[in-house]
Structure formats: C-alpha cells, structure tokens
C-alpha cells in the first residue's frame, strides 16, 4: 500500500473479475448513415445497380458518399466496372462499392480523390490498386490498400463516432462489463482502432471482422501485429449460412494464418456442417488449440457435445437469446431437442464463453440480469450450472475464448487489475433476484471507470 492508496470496504458485498461480455455488437458504423449502403447482392445486372446509384445521385447533395456493398462476380456478369462507369452515374458523389467477401471495392474519381489516392500511391502488396495501360487507377481496389477509402470515410463521422462510443462505454462500465468482445463490419475495425490509436478505450476489446475477408486481417495482422491488452485482434467472424465447402476454404485459409474463427449458428444441420469442418481443418493443419468458436449453438444436440471437445470448440452462449426459442415454441414453432445443455458441456471438457448479443447503443442487459437467465435455465435433463461456473463463463473462460485468459479473467498478481464490487454479494440466497445486484465500482487496469461508492 502507498501513499495514494485507497481502502474500500466493501461491507461484506461482493468483488468479482470484470465481466467479459464475449458476443456483443458494440456499434454498428454502417447504421449511422442517413442513406444506408446499397445492398447490392440481390440486383441483377449492371442496369439495376446503375438505377439505383443513379438515384442515390439524384437525392444526396453532391459530395456525399455513396457506398454499396456485397456484389459478387454474378452481379456484374462480367469483367468488374471501372471508375469511369462509376463517374458516368454519379460525377459528384465519392462512390465506394465493397464486395461480398470484403476484400476487394470498386471506387469512383471522386472517392479515390478524397482518398488522396493516385498515380504515386503505393500498392501495399499482397493487396493491390488497380491501374489501367496509362497507371492510372481504374477504380478497383484489392486487400490493403482499401483502408485508404474507409479512412476517408471515418474520418467524416468522428465525432458522432467518439460521442457514440463514449455512451456505450459508460452504460457498459456501470453494469461491470470490463472487456468486450465484438464482431461487425471493417468499417467498426478501423473506427475501433482509431479509438484505440488515440487511447480513448475505457474498456477492453476483442474485435473481429468478418471471415470473408480473411486475408485482409492475415495482412493487417502482418503489418500491424495483434494488440494489446486494451485491444486486440486476429480473430474472424462468419455470418451463418454455412455451406460446408466454403466455409472449408475459408476455416483453412484463417487457421493457416493463425487466425481464430467464429461462426453464427443457425439451424443443426449447419452446426454439423461447421463442425466437420473444424474437425477436417484441425486434423489437416494438426492444429493444438484452434478454440474454433460456436456462436449461439444453443439447441446443441447431446450426439455433438463430445465433438466439441474433439475439435477444440469453444462453445459462446448468450443467455438473453434463450427468451426467443421460449416466444418461438410458444407460436408452435417444433420445441427445442436440448435446449442449453451447460453442464453436459462443461463435464465434456469443453469451455462455455457468456454473452448477451446486444447492441448496447440501443439496449444494455446487464451481466447480473445475463447471468440470472442462465441459472434459472435447466437443461432437459434437468441439470444446471452452479453460480460459480456462470461467473467463470462471463471471465476466465470468456477471456479463454479470446485467448486472454493468462492477462484477464481472474483475481490474480501478475493479472490486469480489472474488477467490479457489486452491491451485493449475489452469489448466495436465490438465483431469481442475482438480477438486482448492482456494479458500485468497476476498475480497468487499476483506473476507476465507473465510480458510485
Ligand atoms: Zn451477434
């Protein structure tokens, strides 16, 4: 103890290890746009795509960006388009069109001017600026170089960004959330890391943009290396529909790299899919511990628990996402097999990571109220967990599924000093009222965030 010391008493409450939320959307750039980016996927030909940028055009006051994104080759039946088709449809709006797999964007003049993109601009290889017989760019860009376009666009909302982010940090730091783990768009990437570059992260996070675009974080993380402990990376999400030869390529491309993946469930048959897959990828690259992620596997069928263990899974489950299959089941949706078999998971060998799924610039469930969900909840054969395993699965084995787990997650020396006193110590009497307990004091890395003592 020193000088500047400080003594709590903490009056017989409760202090746990800051919580990790570890699946939350912690903003959503491509939602704070006025015209949100056109989807361009489900157009059909060159002719509907230039309809609709042509109206963008007509309703936006010039200067304003028009962005599109997930246009894969079909959608241009041919050769890509080029800025010049671009500035045919839209000269005074900066147009920017990112494709389905988020590595590669087709730009106009106006977008690739306010990039301060040209002739002398370097290529970043493996990425790639397109040029045309003259070397001017045409338009298309490929991997790195594409930060130069969103750092454009970034930059145009960074005070909305810093005022958004400021609350949701707030809101979070008052319930003992410590540690994030978040998955999005690039475009929150790189907002993300702005943040973190100007040292306005008042909570950890994990981020992790989409698994399409694999190869862009193997090149980032080339160039930039991984983190540090108020942010870091080098993990990859995948958005469900999970086609078993597709998702081969791209699990074995990102482990290659020494990259994490994570993918959203949806239905069993794409739970088979994913996890022959990791099994296949595990075997192949004799992976010792891939922590392959399942996200939201909720309705795990018992025959693929043992799997689990065998791939090295991490299972992640938001105990706010159980009130849905209560309201489906409810409307006659066929009932759940085996609805949040927790200890049969953990008695399998196999980690369990909490979270809640939420956008907390809209709405912030409290881990206590999150872990009250999860200890009311019991498995079909009737087990549950025990309160501590809850809190291990909103700590330790949440900063394990981030591969954090030797700098966070518990109370230990040598640990980030990161932890919450609650107002109570909830751990004890019922389960139905662990809800109430409130965070008095959250501390990051020693730092107060979050003081109500
Ligand atoms: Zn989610």
Redesign the pocket.
């Known amino acids: 103890m020193g000088a500047k010391t400080r003594i709590v008493d903490g009056k017989g409450s409760l202090v746990t290890p800051g919580l990790n939320d570890s699946?939350i959307?912690l903003m959503s750039y491509d939602r704070a746009h006025p015209f949100p980016p056109i989807f361009l996927r489900f157009l059909h030909g060159r002719q509907q795509v230039a309809e609709k940028i042509a109206s963008y055009a007509a309703k936006l006051p010039k200067g304003s960006w028009i962005l599109g994104e997930d246009w894969t080759d079909s959608v241009w039946a041919g050769p890509l388009p080029t800025r010049v088709w671009l500035d045919s449809l839209a000269p005074d709006h900066p147009v920017w069109l990112v494709g389905r797999e988020g590595n590669s964007g087709i730009a106009n003049s106006a977008a690739l001017r306010a990039a301060k993109i040209d002739r002398q601009t370097a290529d970043e290889p493996p990425g790639a600026i397109e040029r045309d017989g003259k070397g001017d760019a045409t338009g298309v860009i490929r991997g790195g170089p594409m930060w130069r376009i969103e750092a454009t666009l970034i930059e145009r909302s960074r005070d909305a960004d810093d005022r958004a982010i400021e609350q949701v940090m707030t809101g979070l730091l008052r319930t003992g959330v410590t540690s994030v783990q978040h998955?999005n768009s690039w475009y929150d990437f790189l907002v993300l890391r702005r943040l973190h570059q100007e040292a306005k992260l008042r909570i950890r996070i994990y981020a992790s943009p989409p698994l399409p675009a694999w190869e862009r974080l193997r090149d980032y993380v080339g160039a930039q290396g991984r983190g540090d402990t108020w942010m870091h990376w080098g993990g990859l999400k995948g958005y469900g529909a999970i086609q078993a030869d597709q998702y081969y390529r791209w699990v074995s491309g990102a482990s290659k790299a020494g990259l994490q993946v994570m993918a959203?469930l949806g239905s069993e048959s794409e739970m088979r899919q994913l996890l022959q897959v990791y099994g296949r990828v595990r075997g192949e690259q004799k992976l010792t511990d891939p922590r392959f992620r399942l996200?939201?596997g909720h309705d795990m069928p018992a025959d693929l628990i043992p799997v689990l263990a065998q791939v090295g899974a991490v299972a992640s489950m938001q105990p706010p996402l159980l009130a849905h299959f209560d309201q489906r089941t409810a409307l006659g949706v066929p009932a759940p097999k085996n609805l949040f078999p927790c200890r049969a998971i953990l008695e399998a060998g196999v980690r369990i990571a909490f979270g809640t799924?939420t956008y907390p610039a809209t709405e912030i469930i409290a881990p206590a109220a999150s872990l009250q969900m999860a200890l009311e909840r019991a498995a079909p054969d009737g087990t549950r967990l025990t309160i501590d395993e809850a809190l291990r699965a909103y700590t330790l084995d949440a900063a394990y599924a981030e591969f954090a787990e030797r700098e966070k997650g518990s109370l230990e020396p040598g640990k980030l000093a990161d932890f919450v006193l609650f107002d109570r110590d909830f751990t004890r009497g019922s389960v139905h009222s662990i809800g109430n307990a409130e965070a008095r004091m959250t501390v990051v890395g020693g730092r107060v965030m979050y003081d109500a003592l």
């Open positions: 699946h959307h998955n959203h996200e939201h799924d």
